[in-house]
């Protein structure tokens, strides 16, 4: 038989839960975040491939269920990808499905990272790094072709 913690920790989706991630930039409280987390029909979607297209998104992501629009980030220098996106679904159990299933997958030879987004807003599209591109890649000190070569610290010097 078994006992009440246990059937707990099988309902439980860690996939689909909340993750510790917090957008630093949101406009509101912690909770209010938390709450449209909790109902939103976005994801976030990190490490991408600078090549990686639109299409390759739609098709990917589509799998688990229809999407509304896809939102490719730009580098807000140069206009080109600069590694992740955001999906939004029409229903929220297509995004929960996304998480469940894509999260943690392969998108041209890269581990893609997909997040709750508490929903994307005009201006979010842009790298917010000082080069123009993400954060990340600026201190990064290896090679990373899918991601255009050294971190721009490296490249600077």
Known sequence: MCS????????????VDLSQYRDQHFRGTRRDQERLLRKSCTLYVGNLSFYTTEEQIHELFGKSGDIKKVIMGLDKVKKTACGFCFVEYYARGDAENAMRYINGTRLDDRII??????????GRQYGRGRSGGQVRDEYRQDY?????????AVQCQ
């Not at 009440?4 to 996939?15: E, F, H, I, K, P």
């Not at 990272?113 to 508490?118: E, F, G, I, L, N």
């Open 113 to 122: 990272r997909t997040d709750w987004d508490a929903g994307f807003k005009e």
């Open 4 to 15: 009440a913690g246990t059937l707990s920790v099988l309902r439980s989706d860690s996939y």
């Open 144 to 152: 990373d072709a899918g991601r255009g070569g050294y971190g721009k």
